[in-house]
């Protein structure tokens, strides 16, 4: 499935204008023109100056893009779904997405370029999710096949502290901290950051007894300032007297953003269990969060597609000893 083949139906002036009148980016069709042989009319290698005539089969490079260059990790995925077009991998919580500097040698892209074995593979990865959240990762296997995929819906669910009573929408836009020119993985919430809506519902409410009688903070206001004034955050101290009220919470996203559940729940008084960055000094070692649902459509095989994955083995037990 190298080339993506179009019935031409009318005459152009060049493979340039065709391309262009299709909706084709100008840097896709920069790439078409690296090489001799990404661009094919009836079967023989043409270049993007080619003019096309009705009945001409046009056949162009699905992924004319140099080959993704990470350290190939070769380790087990869990895989949900595959095929030419598609790869859904279940991520476990503790593995980060992409490689970093401080996770270069253990992280999911570079098991999944393992894993597909092959230098020209681009990896598209259309879903992101921290290294301490679990869940339904897509891979796009070529440029057309991402192109194509619109629509991405997510379910996400969490368990948070507190008791969240009533469903609630939270639009507040993320701003990136810099200090000293360099990102230092922590967003807040300001009017200076990008748009950002997140929607939660909760399910259930819990008991957690492992906080009787303990100590911790929570965030009870997020300042809309920036950079070193917003690290500033105010932190009150509360000391839970009975069993602490927990909630299994439905998440949707909208323009979905870096931390966006984790930091809208904290906003709101509700940080999610085992949050280190906006959570509080709880005993969790990790973040409840997880992608289970994710439905989207392709419009070049007109076709929907939906995956769903079980909640992972420390999320049910905590589910199970709580409720």
């Known amino acids: 499935m190298k080339y993506l083949e179009i019935k031409i139906e009318k005459d152009y002036d060049s493979v340039y204008i065709c391309l262009k009148q299709k909706n084709f980016s100008e840097h ?8 001799f042989g990404a661009i094919m009319v009836n079967g023989k290698a043409v270049n993007i100056d080619h003019n096309l005539k009705i009945g ?20 087990p995925l869990n895989i949900v779904y595959e ?32 894993y597909i074995d092959d230098d020209n593979f681009t990896l598209r990865i259309m879903n992101r999710l921290d290294k301490d959240a679990s869940g339904l990762i897509l891979v796009a296997k070529d440029t057309i096949t991402y192109q194509n995929t619109v629509n991405i819906e997510k379910e996400y669910y969490a368990i948070c502290h ?14 990136t901290v810099i200090e000293n020119g360099i990102n230092n993985r922590k967003r807040i919430v300001s009017p200076f950051g990008q748009y950002a809506k997140t929607t939660f519902t909760p399910l259930c409410n819990l008991k957690d ?6 100590k911790c903070k929570i965030n009870r206001n997020f300042r809309m300032v920036i950079n070193k004034i917003a690290l500033n955050v105010t932190n009150k101290r ?3 007297k009975e069993n602490y009220s927990l909630t299994f919470v439905k998440a949707e996203i909208f323009k979905g953003r870096t931390h966006q559940i984790r930091l809208h729940a904290s906003s709101i008084n509700h940080p999610l269990i085992g949050d280190k960055i ?11 969060l997880h992608l289970k649902k994710i439905k989207f459509h392709n419009n070049e095989l ?22």
């Open 162 to 175: 507190g008791n969240m009573t009533k469903k609630t929408v939270v639009e507040a836009p993320i701003y």
């Open 209 to 214: 007894v492992k906080f009787l009688n303990f």
């Open 278 to 288: 906006y959570g509080i000094n709880d005993l969790y070692n990790h973040s409840y």
């Open 56 to 75: 001409d089969i046009l056949k162009i490079d699905r992924n004319p893009f140099k080959g993704t260059e990470i350290e190939k990790i070769y380790s």
């Open 28 to 35: 896709f069709i920069k790439n078409l023109r690296s090489y």
């Open 302 to 323: 007109d076709k929907d597609f939906v995956f769903s994955v079980p909640y992972p083995t420390d999320f049910k037990t905590v589910l199970k000893k709580l409720k």
């Open 238 to 240: 509360k000391i839970v």
């Open 83 to 114: 095929d030419d077009y598609y790869l859904v991998v279940n991520k476990p919580a503790l593995l980060p997405t992409t490689p970093s500097r401080s996770h270069y040698h253990n992280n999911l892209a570079g098991m999944i370029c393992a």
